[in-house]
């Protein structure tokens, strides 16, 4: 069993307003990952870490940002949420080979 | 970017047996992983192939040929609670995943 912890689960919030979504993982995983999926579709990659102070934009343009002081701990931040970033949000992690364990997401509504 | 296909959907009876294909286009390829991602849910770790051949795990196998950039997932004694999407991620030298779309199969009984 993978231990990857997302909160909140769910958030609505208003336009303009800043949030921060944590995401942590009690594996010791170098790598972690941030995707967003709407309904039904696919997952698309937005933020990756390979370690501390180490992060990168992923193939999707996000308006988010990204930090990785501690391993164990990747949080993302929308400095002024909208209603297209509505979405859910899951993070991963994953170990050498490259699986990947997910946390069971943040489903965002911006009103 | 990376050329990752799969149906869009499947159906099939429970008790039986689906194949479910994906095929990709990559350069640098070192892994490809099969996911089953229930609706609502995150994604759920099925099965990893880097090598040509089967692996096979329960009621799941998956088939790999590199040359061909070709996989299929294999689900056997189908269960009403298989039914999902299945989604085919590629990875190159253990960074980025690439997924694809996604097969969402329909069991029914």
């Known amino acids: 069993e993978a231990d990857i912890y997302q909160t909140p689960r769910y958030l609505v919030i208003g336009t303009g307003k800043k949030i921060t979504l944590e995401c942590s993982q009690t594996m010791g995983h170098d790598k972690m990952y941030w995707y967003q999926q709407d309904p039904g579709m696919e997952l698309h990659l937005i933020h990756y870490s390979y370690g501390v102070n180490s992060t990168e934009k992923g193939d999707l343009s996000s308006e988010s940002t990204v930090s990785r002081i501690r391993t164990e701990h990747f949080p993302l931040t929308l400095e002024s949420a909208r209603p297209s970033h509505t979405s859910q949000y899951l993070c991963?992690?994953?170990?050498?080979?490259?699986?990947?364990?997910f946390g069971p997401g943040t489903r965002l509504t911006v009103t | 970017g990376q050329n990752i296909d799969q149906p869009t959907e499947m159906t099939a009876t429970e008790g039986a047996i689906v194949q479910i294909n994906c095929t990709y286009q990559?350069?640098?390829?070192?892994?490809l992983f099969w996911y089953q991602q229930h609706a609502g849910e995150a994604p759920t770790f099925l099965s990893y192939n880097v090598l040509d051949g089967l692996e096979e795990k329960g009621r799941f196998s998956s088939f790999l040929s590199r040359s061909k950039g070709y996989s299929y997932l294999l689900l056997k004694e189908l269960q009403m609670k298989d039914s999902a999407s299945y989604l085919c991620?590629?990875?190159?030298?253990?960074?980025?995943?690439?997924f694809g779309s996604g097969t969402k199969l329909n069991v029914k009984p």
């Open positions: 991620a590629v990875t190159r030298r253990f960074n980025k995943f690439y």
């Open positions: 990559t350069s640098g390829f070192n892994g």
């Open positions: 991963a992690s994953s170990e050498h080979r490259g699986e990947q364990y």
